[in-house]
C-alpha cells in the first residue's frame, strides 16, 4: 500500500515514489494482459462495489415499496427487470440486494478467514503443544459438514443479518487456518527468518515484518474463494427458510420464495437474482483463479494464458 | 500400512467426540427455551401456560440437569444404540435413521458415479488440447457451473423439464427393491444436478493433474517405446493424476451429504437431508443433534477411508 510521506521535502523521496507508483502501473497491466479474465472479474467486483455504496441513489424505485397497480409485470421500460407479486420493482430489488450479498459475503470472510488467519499464523510460528491442539480443534470445525453447521448455529441463534454471518464465518475458519499454518511453518524455516534472528529482531519483528506480508498471498486465494461460498451459502441457507431475514432484499430469497412459486408465468423473478448470483460468484472466482495463478509458480508456467 | 491405518484411525475418535461436544454446545446457546416452545407447542393462541408445566417439560426434556451431566447422558445413550426420539411425533430417531438414509446414499452414489463419468474424460480431454477451443469450451462451463447456485439449477431443471416435456417424477418416493425403474426416474435429475456440481471441480482437478503428469519423464518414455496414446494416457498418465481427483471426491462425497440438504429439499425427496432441514424448522433438538452428528460421523470415516486409499495408492504418503 501507498503510504503518504510525512515530509516529502527532498528529491529522493519523489523519485522513489515515482518509481513505485511505475512499478505499480506495471504490474496492473500485467494483470490486464496476462489475466483478462481475472481483471474483467475484478471489473465486477468493482461495480459491485459501486452499486452497494450508491445503489440507493441509482434504484428507480424503493425496493419495498409495492404497487398493487403493476403486479407481475414483465420486463418493460418502466421496470427494466420486471415487478413481483406485490408490484415491487425487481431491478431496485436486485441493486439493494447487491449490498447486502457483498456485506454478507465481505463481512463473513473478514471474520471467517481473519480469525483463521491469525490462528494458522500463530500455530504455524508457534509450533509445539498449541499448535499440535489446534490442528486438532481445525480437524473437528472442519469435520461438520459446513452447511449443516450453518444450519444448526443458525437455528439456534435466530436467522438475522448478523446471526447468518456468523454462521457462514464459522464455516470458513478452519481452511484459512490450514493453508495459513502450512505457509508460516514453511516462511519460518527460510534462511532470511535465520538471518533476522541474527540480527536480534524481537519475535514481533519477525511476524509482523517477515512471516505476515509472506503468507498474505495463499491468504489472498483462500479468502476471495471464500467470497463466492459465502455468497452461496446465503442463497442457500434462504432457499431453506433461514436466510437474510425481511425488510432487506436478498437475492437468495428472491429466487427461491416467490420466484420458485411463480417460475412458469413470471420466470424473471427466479432469473434475475439468479443471473446476478452467478455473475458474482463467477466475478470472484475468476479474481481468485488469477491471483492463484499469480502467486502460486508451479502453475506459473502451465496455465499462465 | 497397517501402523498408518491404526494412527488415522486412532485420531478419527477425539475428532469425533469434540465434534459432539461442538455440536451439544451450539444447540445449547439457544437464547429462547426449549421447554417453553414445546409447551406452547401448535396451540399458539394459549398465551398462558403455567410456570409448572414449563418446569414439567424441562423436567422430561432432562435440561434440568447440569451441562456436563445431559452431555453424559447424550453420549451413554449413543453408546447403547439409543438415538433418542423426536420432541414432536416421539419416534425414535433411530427409526428415522433407517428409514431416510438409504435414500441420500443412493443419491450420493449416482451424483458421484455421473460426476467420474462426465469430469475425468473432459478432464483428460481439456489437458491434451491445451489452449484450443475444446480446452476453453468447458473450461468456461466448469467455471461457470461453480458459480450457480445448486438448488437453483434443480428449480429451472425441474420446473423447465415439466413444463417442456410435459413429464412430472412422481411426488412419493418409492424404494429401489420395489420399484426399480419409478425409482431411478425419480433419482436421475437430482443426481444430475448434484454431479455436474461436482463434477465441476473435478474437471479442474483432472486437467491440472494430468498437464502435470503429462510433463513427466515416464510418459516421455512411455511414447518413445511406441505405446497408443490411448494406452499411455488411460493406463500410464492417469493412474497418477487420479490421485487428487480421488482425494477431492472423497472431501466432496462428505459434503454431499449437506449438499443433497437442499437437494432433496428442492426435489422433495424423504432423505437424511430433508429430515435435517425439517428438524431445523420444528426446532427438533434431540433429531438435529443426533442427526448432524451421524452427518459429521460419516463424513469423517468417508474422509479416513480416503486417506487409507490414498496410502495405499501412494506408497510415499504412508511412509513419510
Not at chain 2, 45 to 68: V, Y
Not at chain 2, 113 to 133: E, F, H, N, R, Y
Not at chain 2, 268 to 287: C, F, M, Q, S
Amino acid at each position: 500500500m501507498e503510504v503518504e510521506p510525512r515530509a516529502p521535502s527532498t528529491q529522493n523521496v519523489l523519485n522513489l515514489r515515482g518509481a513505485r507508483w511505475q512499478y505499480q502501473r506495471a504490474w496492473l497491466r500485467r494483470f490486464v494482459i496476462y489475466k483478462p479474465l481475472g481483471a474483467v472479474g475484478a471489473g465486477v467486483v468493482l461495480l459491485m462495489f459501486f452499486l452497494s455504496i450508491f445503489g440507493s441513489f441509482l434504484t428507480p424505485y424503493n425496493p419495498i415499496d409495492m404497487d398493487f397497480l403493476a403486479r407481475l409485470e414483465s420486463p418493460n421500460l418502466r421496470h427494466p427487470l420486471g415487478t413481483d407479486l406485490f408490484g415491487r420493482d425487481v431491478l431496485s430489488n436486485i441493486i439493494g440486494g447487491a449490498k447486502i450479498s457483498i456485506y454478507v459475503g465481505f463481512a463473513s470472510v473478514i471474520l471467517g478467514t481473519g480469525f483463521g488467519a491469525i490462528w494458522g499464523l500463530t500455530s504455524g510460528y508457534a509450533g509445539g503443544k498449541f499448535d499440535m491442539y489446534s490442528q486438532r480443534l481445525i480437524d473437528i470445525l472442519q469435520s461438520i459438514p459446513t452447511l449443516a453447521l450453518a444450519l444448526v448455529i443458525v437455528a439456534s441463534l435466530g436467522s438475522s443479518l448478523n446471526n447468518i454471518i456468523v454462521a457462514i464465518s464459522i464455516g470458513l475458519i478452519a481452511t484459512s487456518a490450514r493453508v495459513v499454518r502450512a505457509s508460516a511453518i514453511s516462511i519460518r524455516n527460510m534462511d532470511y527468518i535465520a538471518a533476522a534472528i541474527s540480527t536480534g529482531a524481537g519475535w514481533r519483528r519477525i511476524v509482523f515484518r517477515h512471516v505476515l506480508p509472506n503468507s498474505l498471498p495463499p491468504y489472498l486465494v483462500v479468502a476471495t474463494a471464500g467470497l463466492g461460498i459465502a455468497i452461496l451459502q446465503e442463497a442457500s441457507l434462504s432457499f431453506l427458510g433461514v436466510g437474510v431475514p425481511p425488510p432487506h432484499p436478498s437475492w437468495g430469497r428472491m429466487l427461491s420464495g416467490m420466484g420458485r412459486d411463480y417460475l412458469t408465468i413470471a420466470p424473471w423473478l427466479s432469473l434475475a437474482p439468479g443471473i446476478a448470483i452467478v455473475v458474482v460468484v463467477l466475478a470472484f472466482n475468476l479474481v481468485g483463479d488469477a491471483f492463484r495463478d499469480m502467486f502460486d509458480p508451479r502453475l506459473r508456467g502451465s496455465e499462465r494464458r | 500400512m497397517r501402523k498408518y491405518a491404526a494412527q488415522r484411525l486412532a485420531l478419527g475418535i477425539p475428532t469425533i467426540l469434540g465434534a459432539a461436544i461442538l455440536i451439544f454446545v451450539i444447540m445449547r446457546v439457544v437464547p429462547g427455551d426449549v421447554a417453553t416452545l414445546i409447551a406452547i407447542g401448535g396451540s399458539e393462541g394459549e398465551e398462558q401456560i403455567s410456570a409448572a408445566a414449563i418446569e414439567k417439560m424441562r423436567d422430561t426434556l432432562g435440561l434440568n440437569q447440569p451441562l456436563h451431566m445431559q452431555f453424559a447422558n447424550w453420549m451413554w445413550d449413543l453408546a447403547h444404540w439409543d438415538l433418542g426420539r423426536s420432541l414432536w411425533t416421539r419416534q425414535p430417531v433411530k427409526e428415522l435413521l433407517i428409514r431416510r438414509y438409504p435414500l441420500t446414499l443412493q443419491l450420493s452414489a449416482m451424483a458421484l458415479l455421473l460426476s467420474w463419468l462426465i469430469a475425468i474424460p473432459i478432464g483428460i480431454l481439456t489437458a491434451v488440447k491445451q489452449d484450443t477451443p475444446l480446452d476453453y469450451i468447458p473450461r468456461l462451463v466448469s467455471i461457470v457451473g461453480l458459480a450457480i447456485p445448486n438448488f437453483w439449477l434443480g428449480i429451472l431443471v425441474m420446473t423447465y423439464l415439466a413444463a417442456i416435456l410435459g413429464w412430472v417424477p412422481a411426488l412419493t418416493y418409492s424404494v429401489p427393491w420395489k420399484d426399480p425403474v419409478e425409482n431411478f426416474s425419480q433419482l436421475m435429475l437430482p443426481a444430475v444436478v448434484l454431479g455436474t456440481a461436482l463434477a465441476a471441480l473435478q474437471t479442474r482437478m483432472t486437467r491440472t493433474t494430468m498437464l502435470e503428469v503429462l510433463r513427466e519423464d515416464y510418459i516421455r518414455t512411455a511414447n518413445a517405446k511406441g505405446l497408443s496414446s490411448r494406452t499411455v494416457l488411460w493406463r500410464h498418465a492417469l493412474k497418477n493424476a487420479a490421485i487428487p481427483v480421488i482425494t477431492i471426491s472423497g472431501a466432496q462425497l462428505g459434503g454431499l451429504i449437506s449438499g443433497s440438504l437442499v437437494t432433496e429439499v428442492v426435489f422433495n425427496l424423504p432423505g437424511l437431508g430433508a429430515a435435517t432441514v425439517d428438524a431445523v424448522r420444528l426446532r427438533d433438538y434431540p433429531v438435529i443433534q443426533t442427526l448432524v452428528l451421524f452427518i459429521t460421523v460419516a463424513h469423517i470415516i468417508v474422509n479416513l477411508g480416503v486417506d487409507l486409499l490414498y496410502g495405499f495408492l501412494d506408497p510415499r504418503i504412508r511412509f513419510a
